[in-house]
C-alpha cells in the first residue's frame, strides 16, 4: 500500500487450486475473495461512515484459487461460505463436504457392524442460501441487525482484485492530499489571525505560531 494510506488488507491462504502451473499467469485466473467490513448498526449504530473510512476499514482475504475455471472457483466459494461464522444456518448442507466434526457425529449416529453411514442432506428450500446460487454471498442478507461487520464472498479474477484495491488506493491518496492542504490553509489563516490579534494564544498540541504570555 502507497505510504499507509490505505489500510486495507489483501491475506492469501492456499486453497484447493493453489497447484496451478507457476508458468500460468494467474492474474486471468479465478479467486475467492472474503470481504468484511464494518456495518452501521450493531456497535455502530447510527455512524454514517464517508467512502475513505468505509475503505479504510475493509479488508480482504482471497480464501481459494487461483482456479482455471470459474466454476471451480464458485464450488470453493460455496464451501467458503457454509463455513464461514456469517452464515451459520443459513446454508444448505453440502453431502461432498463435511468437516472432521460433522464426520464424528455421523460416525457416532451409525450402528456396530453397519458400514453405511447417514448422508448430510437438506431441503434447499429451507435455506436462504443454497448449493446451486452464484455469488456474491453477502451476510447482510440474513439481516443480523447486531452484527458488528458484514462480509462478502465473491468470485473474481486476481486482475479484478488488483484494479479495485489499486482504486481504493487512489482515492485515498487523494482525499489525504485534499486533508493536507485543507489543514495547512486553516493553519495559514490562524497564524494570521494571531499576528494581527495581538493576543496571547495557546493552542493544543502546541503549534510555532502560539502566543505565550510571556512574550506578549
Given at each position: 500500500m502507497s505510504s499507509?494510506?490505505?489500510?486495507?488488507?489483501?491475506?492469501?491462504?492456499?486453497?484447493?487450486?493453489?497447484?496451478?502451473?507457476?508458468?500460468?499467469?494467474?492474474?486471468?485466473?479465478f479467486i475467492v475473495v472474503t470481504t468484511t467490513y464494518p456495518t452501521n448498526y450493531g456497535c455502530n449504530r447510527g455512524t454514517t461512515w464517508t467512502r475513505a473510512e468505509m475503505i479504510s476499514r475493509t479488508s480482504?482475504?482471497?480464501?481459494?484459487?487461483?482456479?482455471a475455471s470459474r466454476e471451480e472457483a464458485v464450488k470453493e466459494a460455496r464451501r467458503v461460505?457454509?463455513?464461514?461464522?456469517?452464515?451459520?444456518?443459513?446454508?444448505e448442507p453440502d453431502p461432498e463436504d463435511c468437516s472432521d466434526d460433522d464426520q464424528e457425529e455421523d460416525d457416532a449416529a451409525g450402528t456396530e457392524g453397519n458400514s453405511t453411514i447417514p448422508t448430510r442432506t437438506g431441503n434447499a428450500s429451507e435455506y436462504l442460501f443454497t448449493?446451486?446460487?452464484?455469488?456474491?454471498?453477502?451476510?447482510?442478507?440474513?439481516?443480523?441487525w447486531d452484527n458488528d461487520d458484514e462480509e462478502c464472498i465473491d468470485v473474481m479474477t486476481q486482475k479484478k482484485l488488483e484494479e479495485q484495491e489499486a482504486?481504493?488506493?487512489?482515492?485515498?491518496?487523494?482525499?489525504n492530499m485534499k486533508r493536507r492542504y485543507k489543514l495547512t490553509v486553516e493553519n495559514e489563516v490562524t497564524k494570521?489571525?494571531?499576528?494581527?490579534?495581538?493576543r496571547v494564544h495557546y493552542s493544543t498540541p502546541q503549534r510555532p505560531f502560539d502566543v505565550p504570555a510571556e512574550l506578549e
Open positions: 499507509g494510506a490505505n489500510t486495507t488488507n489483501t491475506k492469501v491462504t492456499a486453497g484447493d487450486g493453489a497447484s496451478v502451473d507457476a508458468a500460468t499467469d494467474t492474474k486471468d485466473q480482504r482475504e482471497v480464501s481459494g484459487g487461483p482456479f461460505r457454509n463455513h464461514s461464522n456469517y452464515f451459520i444456518d443459513a446454508c448449493n446451486t446460487d452464484e455469488p456474491p454471498y453477502r451476510s447482510v442478507e440474513l439481516e443480523n482504486k481504493d488506493d487512489a482515492y485515498l491518496r487523494k482525499e494570521l489571525q494571531i499576528r494581527d490579534s495581538g
